[in-house]
């Protein structure tokens, strides 16, 4: 059997049920479809971002380690976006100019509010995946008791208790059960997969400011001459 002449027929059986429902039915539909059709952009959009981002932090790890100067590196570093790293080498950087370098406190605490502040510009949509994980089954489980209720409510006015009555009410209903399904589980495996680049990202961007604060050039400091003690007066 030809697998597209099969895909066709299904999906030619798929809109008749569609057709065929009632108008809460097709309410829900709709709404599972604006879930579904969002969750997928917002998944597209990231998996392109983090496929970018770890590139290029790879790239720019290379060329931190290569560099001879922090001014070599800083003249370069934007080219390397959308890596998070950059965004923390820049305002470490921006701390050792503005501090001299005398204490690297300050800019390992600039570096770690950089590093939150580009996770947080990762995390942006990605809840709506979640709340779409768990909000469409529920969803489409309404839209199914609906069906089911009208269907009942149908069988009750023919007075005809049949299989053959009631199977197709019911098909029609189930309809909203597997469109819930089917926009939330790719939903909830987006979620987890792009949580877990997240943090290993943020892993990474931990590593990269303990790498900078290990190599950075603090100014030389020279020893402060002893001061000599006073010349005791002991009375004679």
């Known amino acids: 059997m030809n697998p597209y002449w099969l895909a066709s027929a299904v999906g030619g059986e798929v809109f008749d049920l569609v057709s065929q429902t009632g108008f809460v039915a097709k309410t829900v539909l709709a709404l599972l479809l604006a879930f579904s059709v969002l969750s997928w952009a917002i998944i597209l959009s990231k998996w392109s ?14 060329a931190f380690r290569k560099a001879q100067r922090l001014q070599d590196i800083a003249a370069v570093a934007d080219q390397f976006r959308p890596s998070p790293l950059v965004g923390v080498f820049d305002n470490g950087y921006e701390e050792f100019k503005r501090s001299g370098g005398r204490s690297l406190l300050p800019i390992q605490r600039a570096m770690q509010i950089a590093n939150s502040e580009e996770l947080t510009r990762f995390e942006r949509n990605v809840p709506w995946l979640a709340i779409t994980g768990a909000v469409t089954p529920f969803v489409g489980l309404f839209g199914t008791v ?13 007075g005809a208790a049949t299989l053959r009555a009631v199977a197709p009410g019911i098909s029609e209903a189930l309809i909203t059960t597997a469109a819930g399904l089917a926009a939330a589980i790719p939903a909830v495996i987006a979620y987890n997969l792009i949580g877990s680049s997240i943090r290993d990202l943020a892993a990474r961007g931990d590593d990269f400011a303990l790498e900078m604060l290990n190599a950075w050039p603090l100014p030389q400091r020279t020893a402060a001459p002893k001061r000599q003690s006073p010349i005791s007066t002991s009375p004679r």
Do not use: N
């Open 49 to 62: 971002l983090l496929r970018r981002a770890r590139v290029q932090s790879g790239r720019f790890v290379r």
């Open 146 to 158: 609906w069906g089911i209720i009208d269907a009942f409510h149908g069988l009750g006015t023919a």
